[in-house]
């Protein structure tokens, strides 16, 4: 059986892979592209720990199928930080603590600039709905949701 | 080296590691189509081992589950019109069957005429989901449970399918045949939904029970579609979900509801009738007693709801 080939672009370089069928983007993300910092907690679309943008839209990754990316423009847990400069998100989620185990933490932290890329000043009540596709059995969310908060407001003050 | 740009080993190495330990088999083939006809063509041809992929959200959960395992994926969202919204000139919609929730949240006319429809599909799922899963995707996955299908039966939505055989137009209610079942011919695939102008105080509402805030599937979910005018009900629609085989259309709970001024009589009327109408099942969502009560108080409310956005627009 032929594999497909996918040329598409992640964080902003062009890549290209080879994939099944049936594989699905986080398989070709872990596997033949090396970019394990997408994790599978439960493969069926509920954990978000596999959340990427595609084409600026928050997916899971598990939910995809590699051969689905043809064409479009993915980004990653991988494209976040600007070489050592972590993503004012990531520090922030350093300084607060808002992680333990650290599984849920990729697919927290992309989904978390998804939302603040749309929605610069977000409630909690938002923040929390929006994280509700992003399960954390460490936390108890609380630090989280505050790690975001915060980071919203600081960078709507750098932002002036 | 920077975390931005990934390694990229190109096809002739990637082809010997890709992991795939969710499927074993090779016989399956996956096809994006730019043209509805080839989409056609391709799904007929595959007959039952094909399988329709627009979001994926519940598609490539049965295939991991090993519940299902096409022979074909036909992915549809490289067709022009499976991802179109149209606003008519006459204001109706024509909502591509593959569009998704977020697509249609985005939208800057929709919610504003469908707030019901768009709440209910904005239901299904995290923001994770919304990114991907659609209407046409949620009425074909036939769960009676479905949030997106309650409201459109109560608004009215007319479905476009094609097939070999050509187009032809049904009812939303016309669709589900039972859990998991659709009444689709062999080959044919959902298009879109059109959406009927709406006269002034005209509105929607959709709710549904869930023991949690977020995340969970319908126990009861209602959709109700009003027109109001000088504060007298002279048209509408409710629908129900999660409590028979199939979302129902309950005629007697707007015909209780219609020439009323949405008064206490009229409401327990109505309410009564969607009760009346439940066949459900016990399981661990809800008893059978707790879903037929349900039903009327969601009734109440999503009509409350709906008549507030009518009287407002």
């Known amino acids: 059986m032929a594999k497909l080939h996918v040329s598409t672009t992640i964080n902003g370089e062009p890549m290209e892979f080879l994939c099944e069928p049936n594989d699905t983007m986080l398989d070709a993300l872990r596997g033949p592209l090396g970019l394990t910092g997408s994790k599978e907690g439960c493969a069926s679309g509920d954990c978000g720990a596999c959340s990427i943008t595609v084409d600026d839209q928050l997916v899971c990754s598990c939910l995809m199928l590699a051969a689905e990316a043809d064409g479009h423009e993915l980004r990653t847990i991988e494209g976040m930080a600007q070489g050592e400069k972590l993503h004012p998100l990531q520090q922030k989620f350093l300084e607060q603590a808002a992680l333990q185990c650290g599984i849920c933490t990729s697919g927290m932290l992309v989904a978390s600039d998804a939302l603040l890329r749309r929605n610069p000043n977000p409630t909690e009540e938002e923040v929390r709905f929006w994280l509700a596709g992003n399960l954390c059995r460490c936390t108890g969310y609380d630090k989280i949701v505050r790690a975001v908060m915060e980071t919203a407001a600081e960078m709507r003050e750098a932002a002036q | 080296m920077q975390w931005s740009a990934p390694r990229n080993d190109g096809p002739s190495q990637a082809a010997g590691n890709t992991t795939g330990n969710t ?124 949030d997106s299908v309650p409201a459109l039966v109560a608004a009215g939505a007319v479905v476009t399918v094609a097939g070999p055989q050509g187009r032809r137009e049904l009812k939303v209610e016309e669709v589900p045949a039972g859990p998991g079942r659709t009444n689709l011919k062999p080959g044919e695939i959902v298009v879109a939904f059109t959406l009927l102008p709406r006269p002034k105080g005209a509105s929607d509402a959709y709710l549904r029970m869930i023991p949690r805030t977020e995340m969970d599937i319908a126990v009861v979910g209602c959709g109700v579609n009003l027109t109001m005018k000088g504060g007298v009900c002279t048209d509408a629609r409710v629908g129900l979900g999660a409590v028979a085989p199939t979302v129902l259309l309950v005629e007697a709970a707007a015909k209780a509801l219609i020439g009323s001024k949405l008064d206490e009589k009229a409401l327990e009327a109505a309410a009564r009738a969607c009760s009346a109408a439940c066949r459900p099942i016990d399981d661990k969502r809800g008893t059978i007693v707790y879903r037929t009560k349900v039903a009327g108080v969601l009734l109440r409310r999503a009509t409350a709801i709906a008549a507030k956005r009518a009287q407002e627009r």
């Open chain 2, 23 to 146: 499927f074993i088999m090779s016989d399956i083939q996956y096809v994006a189509p730019r043209t509805l006809d080839e989409a056609i063509g391709a799904y007929a041809a595959a007959g039952s081992a094909a399988r329709i992929l627009a979001g994926g959200t519940d598609l490539l959960v049965q295939m991991r589950s090993g519940a299902v395992k096409p022979g074909l994926i036909v992915d549809i969202k490289k067709i022009g019109e499976m991802t179109a919204i149209e606003e008519t000139k006459d204001g109706g919609f024509r909502v591509g069957a593959a569009v998704s929730g977020m697509a249609l949240h985005d939208h800057p006319r929709f919610g504003k005429v469908w707030p019901g429809v768009l709440e209910a599909i904005n239901l299904i799922g995290s923001k994770q989901v919304q990114g991907r899963a659609s209407a046409g995707g949620n009425l074909c996955n036939a769960s009676p449970a479905g």
